[in-house]
């Protein structure tokens, strides 16, 4: 099957949307982009935006350049995920991350089969767990295939990406840090200059070794500690 081939009109734009979706059932609602565990920590609530461009540009930059890479690979005869699964757990130091987007990528994985199961990109998902023993397809990783089964582009599959991951924080914060939610409205309005400079950066991106190396230490030791707290409202 070749690019495109199969794939209705408009398509695309409609699964960007799907993406987009903050009811699409796929586990996203029990996490929290380590948010919890960066309040616990002594993160001041006014600083959440501040939370929010620092993800863009460091660890949810990484995840979208896999996901333009995986929708690549889902386009390719034959499909094979092996490199940009394992291009993206070495750049994902922290094992609890590494769970939270296998996790995630677990739920769309169910979603990816359930409305496009025959397609190559979406068979060629269990190439993905063969890159890293016991590590089931990571979040981008299937980001990218669902990506190539609806006929996305490579900027939609970014920004996909890109806009979970702040709608992941606004909607824990407010849980966590109780407040209007039209500010957390205004803080996706302000972060789309971080968000397209994002998403220009991967699809610039031109293959597995290229894939930028940007993990934010921080973040990682928060993602850690949170694993063992006694008391949280999420996962990860």
């Given at each position: 099957?070749?690019?495109?081939?199969?794939?209705?009109?408009?398509?695309?734009?409609?699964?960007?949307?799907?993406?987009?979706?903050?009811?699409?059932?796929?586990?996203?609602?029990?996490?929290?982009?380590?948010?919890?565990?960066?309040?616990?920590?002594?993160?001041?609530?006014?600083?959440?935006?501040?939370?929010?461009?620092?993800?863009?540009?460091?660890?949810?930059?990484?995840?979208?350049?896999?996901?333009?890479?995986?929708?690549?690979?889902?386009?390719?005869?034959?499909?094979?995920?092996?490199?940009?699964?394992?291009?993206?757990?070495?750049?994902?130091?922290?094992?609890?991350?590494?769970?939270?987007?296998?996790?995630?990528?677990?739920?769309?994985?169910?979603?990816?089969?359930?409305?496009?199961?025959?397609?190559?990109?979406?068979?060629?998902?269990?190439?993905?767990?063969?890159?890293?023993?016991?590590?089931?397809?990571?979040?981008?990783?299937?980001?990218?295939?669902?990506?190539?089964?609806?006929?996305?582009?490579?900027?939609?599959?970014?920004?996909?990406?890109?806009?979970?991951?702040?709608?992941?924080?606004?909607?824990?914060?407010?849980?966590?840090?109780?407040?209007?939610?039209?500010?957390?409205?205004?803080?996706?309005?302000?972060?789309?200059?971080?968000?397209?400079?994002?998403?220009?950066?991967?699809?610039?991106?031109e293959g597995p070794d290229d894939l930028p190396a940007r993990s934010a230490p921080l973040i990682d030791q928060w993602a850690g500690e949170h694993t063992y707290a006694t008391r949280r409202l999420f996962v990860a």
């Open positions: 099957m070749g690019r495109g081939d199969d794939v209705g009109e408009g398509t695309g734009e409609l699964g960007a949307l799907l993406l987009a979706d903050a009811r699409l059932p796929t586990g996203g609602h029990a996490h929290s982009a380590t948010l919890e565990a960066a309040l616990a920590a002594g993160l001041p609530g006014e600083r959440i935006p501040d939370y929010l461009s620092a993800r863009l540009r460091t660890v949810a930059r990484t995840e979208a350049a896999a996901a333009v890479l995986a929708l690549r690979a889902g386009l390719d005869e034959p499909v094979d995920y092996t490199t940009v699964q394992a291009a993206l757990a070495a750049r994902t130091p922290s094992h609890a991350l590494r769970e939270a987007s296998a996790a995630l990528g677990r739920g769309l994985a169910r979603l990816a089969r359930r409305v496009r199961g025959d397609h190559p990109a979406v068979v060629g998902l269990s190439t993905a767990a063969q890159a890293v023993p016991g590590l089931r397809p990571m979040r981008p990783v299937v980001i990218g295939a669902l990506g190539a089964a609806l006929g996305m582009t490579e900027a939609q599959a970014a920004r996909a990406v890109l806009y979970d991951d702040v709608q992941t924080v606004t909607a824990a914060a407010l849980k966590l840090h109780p407040g209007d939610p039209l500010t957390t409205a205004q803080w996706l309005l302000d972060a789309a200059p971080d968000i397209e400079a994002s998403v220009r950066a991967a699809v610039a991106t």
